[in-house]
């Protein structure tokens, strides 16, 4: 495992008891404000000290109150992004990167201040000074500061929140980028699902300080279970797909478990793999194969479990083909049609109704 954590820490009313195992890629600490994430991941940093417990990175101990180890923040060789960039304002993008670089252990292995630029997109940049840049980019040149340093691992607190619309688009491809050519392990704090659908290989739900769910992005969106914590408008599940051939009317057809998906045009070549969160209040269900209908996905699948909540709606959890996928309707439409678990339905999905940022490389 790249990280380990079992601590345990009391912060004014909140008793953060959390304990999980992360693998290679990003690992997401996902929650609500005040669930303890950023109590996690401080510890990691070693800017925080838990009353008890045991962190471990790359099977180096970094933490262990039994035996009263306890590394300091500056000599754990990772790097952390904040959620606002911090730059060194009197010092140019190459300054701050160079800066980043002073940090790198002598000897160390790692990408060069270029290669950074490059993967980055900040090369144009590197003469000009924090203040005339763009929160994205920002961000992009702290990402590169920290990655100079030749860290074992990346830690990144909320990394877009701060970010509009338009720039968190404009860096999510960046992040998946630095995840896909490094391999560094990553320990990325969000409350946002999208980021987290699209980037994380694993995710660790806290709520009240404890681990409520953990597992791979795909098993924990897919849960009914989670729709409480997400929200009715955010619950959805991932599905990963191949992209097999571009179309002359402007659509993408994609290759998923359980058959096609046509999207809008993606960017991407024929065979990337990607992966296409699909949201619960987007699918319909029918018994039937439908006919006669302008939407032009269908994916036939199977009930696996209906779970319903106060409202007059209840969630509606299928197997298509490997994958899990997830519908919201109304419990009358699930009692007029016989739904229960067992029985063989179909998921229609209009090619529209996924957003292009929902779409990323897997």
Same mark, same amino acid.
């Given at each position: 495992?790249?990280?380990?954590?079992?601590?345990?820490?009391?912060?004014?009313?909140?008793?953060?008891?959390?304990?999980?195992?992360?693998?290679?890629?990003?690992?997401?600490?996902?929650?609500?404000?005040?669930?303890?994430?950023?109590?996690?991941?401080?510890?990691?940093?070693?800017?925080?000290?838990?009353?008890?417990?045991?962190?471990?990175?790359?099977?180096?101990?970094?933490?262990?109150?039994?035996?009263?180890?306890?590394?300091?923040?500056?000599?754990?060789?990772?790097?952390?992004?904040?959620?606002?960039?911090?730059?060194?304002?009197?010092?140019?993008?190459?300054?701050?990167?160079?800066?980043?670089?002073?940090?790198?252990? =002598?000897?160390? %292995? &790692?990408? !060069? /201040?270029?290669?950074?630029?490059? @993967? *980055?997109?900040?090369?144009?940049? +590197?003469?000009?000074?924090?203040?005339?840049?763009?929160?994205?980019?920002?961000? =992009?040149?702290? %990402? &590169?500061? !920290? /990655?100079?340093?030749?860290?074992? @691992? *990346?830690?990144?607190?909320?990394? +877009?929140?701060?970010?509009?619309?338009?720039?968190?688009?404009?860096?999510?491809?960046?992040?998946?980028?630095?995840?896909?050519?490094?391999?560094?392990?990553?320990?990325?704090?969000?409350?946002?699902?999208?980021?987290?659908?699209?980037?994380?290989?694993?995710?660790?739900?806290?709520?009240?300080?404890?681990?409520?769910?953990?597992?791979?992005?795909?098993?924990?969106?897919?849960?009914?279970?989670?729709?409480?914590?997400?929200?009715?408008?955010?619950?959805?599940?991932?599905?990963?797909?191949?992209?097999?051939?571009?179309?002359?009317?402007?659509?993408?057809?994609?290759?998923?478990?359980?058959?096609?998906?046509?999207?809008?045009?993606?960017?991407?070549?024929?065979?990337?793999?990607?992966?296409?969160?699909?949201?619960?209040?987007?699918?319909?269900?029918?018994?039937?194969?439908?006919?006669?209908?302008?939407?032009?996905?269908?994916?036939?699948?199977?009930?696996?479990?209906?779970?319903?909540?106060?409202?007059?709606?209840?969630?509606?959890?299928?197997?298509?083909?490997?994958?899990?996928?997830?519908?919201?309707?109304?419990?009358?439409?699930?009692?007029?049609?016989?739904?229960?678990?067992?029985?063989?339905?179909?998921?229609?999905?209009?090619?529209?109704?996924?957003?292009?940022?929902?779409?990323?490389?897997?």
């Amino acid at each position: 495992m790249s990280l380990s954590v079992d601590i345990r820490h009391t912060l004014g009313d909140l008793t953060v008891e959390v304990a999980f195992e992360a693998p290679g890629g990003i690992t997401a600490l996902f929650g609500q404000s005040g669930s303890g994430k950023t109590t996690v991941i401080n510890a990691v940093a070693g800017l925080l000290k838990p009353q008890s417990g045991r962190i471990t990175v790359q099977s180096k101990v970094l933490l262990d109150s039994a035996t009263g180890v306890n590394v300091p923040p500056h000599r754990r060789r990772l790097g952390y992004v904040f959620q606002d960039a911090r730059l060194f304002p009197h010092l140019s993008v190459e300054g701050n990167l160079i800066y980043g670089s002073r940090f790198a252990p =002598r000897g160390s %292995i &790692g990408l !060069a /201040l270029a290669e950074v630029a490059g @993967m *980055l997109g900040i090369t144009p940049l +590197l003469q000009r000074r924090p203040g005339s840049l763009s929160g994205g980019e920002k961000q =992009r040149v702290a %990402i &590169g500061r !920290a /990655l100079l340093s030749h860290p074992h @691992m *990346l830690l990144m607190d909320e990394p +877009l929140a701060a970010l509009d619309s338009a720039r968190k688009e404009e860096i999510l491809p960046y992040l998946e980028r630095l995840r896909d050519v490094t391999g560094l392990p990553i320990l990325y704090v969000s409350h946002s699902v999208a980021e987290v659908a699209r980037l994380a290989a694993t995710v660790v739900v806290l709520e009240n300080g404890r681990v409520a769910r953990t597992g791979s992005a795909e098993q924990v969106f897919s849960d009914p279970a989670m729709v409480r914590q997400l929200g009715l408008r955010e619950a959805g599940a991932i599905l990963p797909a191949t992209v097999a051939s571009h179309h002359a009317d402007g659509l993408t057809e994609l290759a998923v478990s359980a058959g096609k998906l046509l999207l809008p045009q993606l960017d991407l070549p024929p065979g990337a793999k990607t992966r296409v969160r699909i949201l619960a209040q987007d699918v319909i269900l029918s018994r039937d194969a439908p006919t006669g209908l302008s939407a032009l996905n269908i994916l036939p699948g199977s009930i696996t479990e209906i779970r319903a909540g106060s409202g007059p709606g209840v969630v509606v959890q299928l197997k298509c083909g490997d994958d899990l996928l997830l519908a919201r309707i109304t419990r009358r439409s699930a009692l007029t049609l016989g739904l229960e678990p067992g029985v063989a339905c179909h998921a229609i999905i209009k090619s529209v109704s996924v957003a292009r940022h929902d779409v990323g490389h897997n």
